[in-house]
């Protein structure tokens, strides 16, 4: 009974052992294949990812060699595109113009997204003998809207083409100027304004602003600011050589003590600007390139008077013959070449209506005596005059040909 007993264990128990085997045998098998399986797996992912990657360059090159016109040259003209086709600029072109032939206009195309861009570019328009063939003088408008006296400044320019640029930069950023005929000096000649504040720095970065369009143009090599108020006191043959062959430029700056002169100075300006330079001028100013090249490309005064040249400082007044005073000294005639009437106390000058505008007033203007034009007497001390509303325009007209010779 016994030995019956012992047999049927050790059956029992080689049972046991081979069933263990078994498994282990499963098992086994069963880990091999699925490492095959993963290694499979990893194989077939690797061949598909590769081959969609080969297709995606194969895409690509085809598609670069079937509209590259480098490597591909048409016999025949490619179809124009539609107005909704065309390509349109990049947003980070700031400046592109357009001269077309006689008579000769540059047609403003840049935005002012990044102003220092423009500033840079146009500090680099430099002068040859095959860029400027005929010298310009750039006319630059800084208004408020409209220009209400653009009747007479039209027949003004009217005959001088290709002597002269006229660029216009205003407040009114609603302004447009559709209703300009196409043969007008001031058709499209608008550049990107901002808003501007009177008194405010913003002023003289309106000036820098339409110098640095002026700049753009090689060809322009003298800078006369005006305003709409403004108007031409001689014919533009005169005043075109009397620019064009200046040696100096005409800055108005002087030494004003008092709360309106040195009361105005910053003493956060020193060591670069300190009292004793500190100057006071006429807004309205003419410079030749060498000067403007040297205003656009200023990274040291402009950015103190725009930190610390705010409420009640009125930087128009003092940044420029400042750093006129300051860099260049000997080229400058110390004196502006439009008359303001300041006879009257206040912030503001005289304002002429239609009942001012006489032949005796206009005569007058035109002759004054003390100045200097290079080194020698001159009885043309003032070429521009303001300010003069619309109201005037019939008279200023009627006085043009008789008086001021256009």
Known sequence: MMKKKKSQETEEDSLQQESRHHLHQIFISMMFKSQRFFQHLVLYSFLIGFVFGLGFLLNF???????????FRLSFPS?????????????????????VPEPERVVIMHNMTAEGELMRRASKVQETPSTVKRKK???MFLTRGKLPLAK??????????GLFSVYIHTSDLSYVDDCIPETSPFYRRRIPSKEVKWGMVSMVEAERRLLANGLLDAANQR?????????????FSTIYSYLINSQHSFVDLFDLPGAAGRGRYNRRMSPL????????GSQWFEIDRELALAVVSDNNYFPLFKKHCRWGCYSDEHYLPTFVHVMFPGKNANRSLTWTDWSRRGPHPRKYTRRSVRAELLTKLRNREGCVYNGNESNKCYLFARKFDESCIDMLIHFSGRIMGF
């Open 152 to 161: 007479l400044w039209e027949r003004f320019f009217d005959g001088h083409q």
């Open 79 to 99: 179809p124009s595109l539609s107005p909704q086709l065309q390509p349109q600029p990049e947003k980070n072109v700031l400046v592109k113009e357009t001269v």
């Open 223 to 235: 800078f006369v600011l005006l305003s709409e108020t403004d108007i031409p006191l001689f014919n």
């Open 273 to 280: 600007i300190t009292r004793s330079k500190w100057r006071k």
């Open 137 to 139: 003088v750039a006319f």
């Open 61 to 71: 090159h085809m598609r670069n060699i079937s509209f590259s016109p480098q490597l």
